[in-house]
Each structure stands twice: as structure tokens, then as C-alpha cells.
């Protein structure tokens, strides 16, 4: 990974450290973490809010709470206790698999802002564009780096929060709090596996505290794990049928897995420093590094209808090709089942196919002579299997190739990428005599997935024959991210109002998105083979080419002003404004006001109204990529283009903008009996939405074109798409947080149920930018409802858990394919736990999750792809999993 953490953020560190140690001195340390449950870094510029008093709903979620689940990962984690947090297994989703996008408050997670400890996080390098729903071309941060056992909480902001933070604080904020224990040391370890007895999980994870030197804290977490991969496949109905005639080369049980990746070598490190200085100051600094290896498979290349690799034209008796037309008229090769089911059959002069007899499919056979003198023969396919004569006479022939001699059973791509995260962040903060806190700091990160794809075949390499390579190195996509902040507070007494807190502060910004093409074979293209209509690039994910290499940057200057006033002890009044300056995307302006009643000891209503923005990311801008996905039942090759692109300004592209929201919250607080409850309603309104297009199938022309415009492996994509500006989404809906503590027993109890409903609706859209089911994928996409009712026990050394799940009705298309599209039926799943102290030291747990084993409503269209249950269940569909857990500690 490139050392992008350059010598001049460490120099910024040391020299805000050093001036800054003459004048001030910090509050002791640790008091931060004795006040764990008092005082809020999210969502007010006040140091002394909390969460009961503020004017905004906000969930803070300790970090205990995270290491009593199942899951490692921190996106799986996150969804067990974040009711409106939701996140799929994203199988088959090309980069997506390796870094999920996820959803909080049904919008993508670009429209959350990261924070850990109060700091910026920096993007992850992947644009997700297989799967994912509303979340279709989103890039948000990589939070699988973040190892669950370096957290002391986590505060979670459910309200728009641009004009106080800047772009992408539109659905919340999500601010990852680092321990700050300055001794101790802790041992996690924990081992789980699935019912149906795959996908073992070896998690083993520490924390130890350090002094450093009487005036500090070191504190440090690491997280080794692996996991295996899960299969929940059927075999392909195409494929079996090949196996039924007698093909034995045909990978069983399934030529096409569904399910969780493998994920090894998967290390994490991070690491939390703060020492005073003197005079009411401190320095603090945090980073971490993080590597992982995730690989899972494509999906199946069947030998005798993929096309630019397997699939030949159609034939007659004469060897003459056949066509059917299009609905725009014009001419093109047979479908799947278009022999099969009475379509009309035309020459290519447009002249009717008379007789049907000797019509037949072949497989393609290359000319490698460069003058199409080799006279290779047809090969044609009777009942699933292809004339073994012809393919005798290619094999003796030195002229003429198939990769059906290599692959006679068709061939399934093995995807893979290696993953790596690293940051540091640091400043120096404290008090000056005046009263005014401030705080300096500045950080740097940069996320990298290296691509890597296997068991596959450029077919413009054809000419090595047998000895094509198998393996490519496919390039790599790489985000930096820089940030410096300069922020002051006060809190005064005038008095006319018990308190006015004011926080000014600016920021600059900047985000550069870099793609490193692949190896020469990954993108090589042989002018012969490619007019013959041979695929260009490693099938499954071509290599990106030195044309698409390079880098872009995104620059921002921010300025803001916060004021927040207890006007007296039933009223609070809050209001901000941000000023951001883009370099590519001009200025904007944004603001927030916020309210809190307290009508009544145990009441208060509250809301909150402000404006939001979030600039397209250097990514999305230039991102350029070419995937798989079904079509009407076929594989075809989807590419990407960046909307600078001629094609993609043929097809309607204009240059892209910041997208513009208004959020509305209005939420009750009240206690009683016991309970504590908080009901939030909230409407988000983003306008100019960026979000890829629906796909435009591309002609001959336009393919002709792409090829004059430089895009040499156009003769590939069967359709391309790009980002745009065109739609309006609409995001409402109500959240409910209630507990009670009570006794039962000798022992003590815990009742909590969080609930979310939800609706997205796009109000405005392009059809010719969105189809109908790209519609429907943004508009249901994720469950329109989650519960988690949560009970749990304790009494002396014990300790008991059991956790209620309900999923919502949500829209599910696999493949991306409508023809294949239905509505997963609601599920409830439940989770159960048990633990025992068994001294001082050590703990033991036992736990279930998903006890029942339940997996969502079977995939109706299975047999298409040999998906049997919905591709985007946000459970997934692996089923039970189970797992043991040991923690040690040492005081």
C-alpha cells in the first residue's frame, strides 16, 4: 500500500504539540471515559450535552455491547443494534463483496458522515455497483477496519447534520469513540460456525492500556480473524441440463456458489494516544492499519452460450447466420430461448429463415490465421452437446481454437482482492485564558482494494491456446483523504438566558481517487480476435487500462458557526451555518435550527430543520468499470462510464453536481413508569440525487463509436450506464427507542425495543435514467420495517440474553434481473445468549444467532441463476451460526 501519510501531517502534529506545550494544560486524563454516558461529541458543539438533554436523537451504543453478538464484522454488528442501520450479504457483487454498502434511514451510506473519535473518516476505495439497492453507486467508509473491541461507544446522530459538519451528514452521523484506558489488558476470543456446518469464524482480539508517563494514555486494540466461505446454491438450471446430457467437466453440487466469501488474513490495529501538555492542553493522536484478503466466485460461463467467449452465431444447413429483430427493428443473434419458442427468423439481408431445419446454435471458434484462412469448421449444438467430430478437427487443426478444449465444462471466475485501510489523526486541544477551547488537528487515510480474478480466460489471448493464462492481476482502485480543522467554543452567561454556547471553525479538504491499471494480459486486445467478436479483458472483470489509470481530486474550504442556548430551564434554542467552496462544484450554503421543550419533568418534544449537501466524490465522477450481470436470463457485460465520457453524453450524461436536502425531525421524550422512550419522526428530501443510471443497451453504431472514441474493448459491452443528477428521493419515517430496567428474581433485568418504519419514494426521476425496477429497487429495496425487542438478566456470575428480529416486506430482483424479481415474505429470527463469570479474569459465553435456523422466503426464479433464497435478504441466508466466547481480563 502507498505511503500517502506524508511527512508533512506528522510535522503538522509535532509542531501544533510543541507550540502549543508552553501555554496549556488538559483536563486528567480519563475523565472522558468516567463520563462515558454523560458527555456527547455528536451533534452539539457543547462540551457538557448528553443524550437525555439533546435536541436531536441520538443513540449512544457502548462498546460491550458490540463484543456480545456473533458477528465480528462491524456492518453485521452494526445492524443487529442500529434499527434503521440495514446491510446484506452482497454475494457476487464484484467489489461490493468486499466492502458492503449499507443503509441508516433507507439512504445510501455516503449519506452518513463517519467520525471516529469526532474526526473525519476517510472513504473507502470501492464504488459498490452490483446489488445494493438505493445504495447502487455509493462510496462510503470501510467499517470492517474498525475492530469492534477498540470501541468504548459508539454515538449515532439520526438527524441531518451538513451545516454543522459538512457534506455527507445528510441521513446522521455514526462517531466511533476509541477507548482511552491508560492500563489493563484484555483477551477476546471467540469461535463460531453456521448450523449447516460451514463458515467457521476464528476471531481472536486485545486491548491493552498504557501509561504514558504520568501525564498520559496509550491505548491499543488489535483484531486478528478468518472466515470460511458458505454455499447456500442449487445448480443452475442451464448447467444441469448440460450434466443430464452427459457433460461430466460440470462443476457440482453448484457451477455457481451464493453465499459469504472467504475472508482471511484479516489483521487490525488501532491505536489511541493522549498526553497533557500543561496549561489546560493536550495533544492526543489515533490511527490504525488494517489488511484483509477476500475472495468469492462470479458467476457461471456456461461453454455454449456465454457470449464473446463460448456462444457462436446461429446457423442454418448452409452455415449461412441467423437473426431475430430486436423491438427497435434491427437485426441481432438469437436469444436462449429464441429457437425454441416460434420467433421469427430472418438472414442478415432481412430475409425470412424458411426452413428451420438444420438451425442450430455453435460455439465460437477462433480464426488465429490473422487473414481468416485457418477454414475452421462450424461447430454445432444438438441437445447440450457440442459435435465432437468438428471439435476433433479444430483440436488437429493449428489454425483454429475453442476454449471449449480448456473449458468443456464452462468455467466460473474466482474473484479476489486484498484490502488494506490505514489513518493518523492527531492535534493538539484545550483552554485558553480567555475561556475559549479550541482545537487544531489535521489527518490523512487511504483505503486500496487490489483486484485479482482466477479460473478465467482473456479471450484475446487465444492465440497461446492451451497455454492461456488463467490467473490476472485486474489493477486497483485507491482513495486519499486529507483533512485540517481549526474549531473554537465558549460557553457564556449573559443575562437575559441561562447559557449561549458558541463554536466557530473552518476545515479544508480533500479527496483524491486514484485507479492503477492491471497487467498487460488483463487488458490486452488482438485486432483479430476482437473483429471476430471475441471478448476483451480477464472474463468476469476485465483489467483496467493505462487509458483509465490516473487520479482526481475533489478540494473544499469550509467555515461554520454553531450557537446553542438554554434560554431558560424549559427552552432550548439551537442554530448553524456552512460555508463550503469546491474548486469543481462552486459554493454552498447550509443551516440548521434546532428546538427542545421541556414541557414536563419527564417530557420534551424536539426538532430540528436544517438544509444538507454532499458533492459527488472524485470516484463517482471519474469511475469507470465493467461488470457482469444477468439480463432477460443471459450474462452480459455492463460498463461504467464517467459522464465526460461520448457515449454517456450520447445517452443524455452532463457533468455532475452536488445533490441538495432538507431534513425535518420532530421527536417526544418522555419517561414513566420505568421506561424511557423516545419517538422520532423524520422526513429527508434529497434533490439532484447521485445515483447511476438504469442501463442503455448499446448498437452496432454506438459500439462502432466507443471504438473510434479510443474504448477498444467496446465490442464487449452489451449496455453501459453512468452517474447522474437525475432523481428526487424522498425518505420518511418514525423511530421508536424504549427501556426498562426491573427486577425479576434475584436478579436484574433489561427490556429494550428499538423499532424503525420507513419509506422511501423516488418523487421525481428521468425514465429514460431509471427503470422501473431500478425504481423499485431504491423505492423497496431494504425492509419498510426492523424490531428488535431485547431482554436480558443478570444475576450473580450469570448472565442472560435473548434478542427478538423482525424484517419487513422488501423488493428483491437477483441478478439485478426484473424478469426474475419478487417480494421476500416478513421474517423473525431469534438470538439467545448465556455467559458466566467464572472469576475476576475470566468470562465464558454461549451463544445462538438466528437460534431457529430460519432462512427468508426461496427464491421462486432459483433455478435461473441457482440462487435459492433473495439476494439482498438483510439477514442473509446462511441460517443459524453459532459461537463460543472466552474473555480474559487483567487489571
Known sequence: MEKILSSSLFVSIVFLASFTAETAQAQPVGQAAEDVEEILVVGSRRRDRSADDSPVPVDVISGDDFLAQGDSDMDSLLAALVPSYNVAQEPISDAATFIRPATLRSLPPDATLVLVNGKRRHRAAVIALLGAGISGGSQGPDLSAIPAIALDRLEVLRDGASAQYGSDAIAGIMNFVLKEDDSGFTLDTKYGSYFEGDGDAVTVAGNAGFALTDAGFANISFEFKESGPTSRSAQRGDAQALINAGNSHVRQPAAQIWGAPEISDDFKVFGNFGIELGNDSEAYMFGNWAERQVEGGFYYRNPHTRGGVFRGPVLDANRRAVFIRNDDGELESPGQGNLDDGSALFYGDGSPVMALDGVARTVKVADLTGDMSGNCPAVRIRNYVADPNALAAIANNPDCYSLIEKFPGGFTPQFGGY???????????????????????????????????????????????????????????????????????????????????????????????????????SFFIDPNLAAQGFGVGSNGFPGFQPGDAGENTVRAWGAYVDVESNANEYLLLGGALRYEKYTDFGNTLDGKIVVRIQLADNVAIRGAVSTGFRVPTAGQANLRNVTTEFSNGMLADIATLPPTNPIAIQKGATALTPEESVNTTLGLVFSAGGWDVTLDYYNIEISDRISFTSRFDLTAQDIESLLAAGVSDASSFASVRFFSNEQTVEASGIDLVASVPFELGRGDSTFTLVANWSDIELTAFNPDFTSDNRRLQIERGRPDSRYTATWTYEQGPWRFMTRARYYGEYYDAPTNDASVSFYPEPALLFDVEAGYEVNDSLSLLFGLQNAFDEYPMVNPHGEVAGLVYPEQSPFGFNGGFYYLRATWNAF
Open 419 to 521: 484490502v488494506d485501510d490505514i489513518s493518523l489523526a492527531g492535534g493538539v486541544r484545550g483552554e485558553l485564558d480567555s475561556g475559549w477551547y479550541y482545537d487544531i488537528s489535521a489527518s490523512a487515510g487511504q483505503s486500496a482494494a487490489d483486484f485479482y480474478i482466477y479460473n478465467t480466460i482473456n479471450p484475446q489471448l487465444l492465440s497461446q491456446r492451451n497455454g492461456i493464462p488463467t490467473y490476472y492481476d485486474a489493477g486497483a482502485y485507491i482513495e486519499t483523504d486529507r483533512v485540517v480543522n481549526f474549531d473554537l467554543s465558549r460557553q457564556f452567561f449573559p443575562a437575559a438566558v441561562d447559557s449561549v454556547n458558541v463554536a466557530v471553525g473552518v476545515e479544508y479538504r480533500d479527496e483524491t481517487f486514484r485507479i492503477r491499471n492491471g497487467e498487460p494480459n
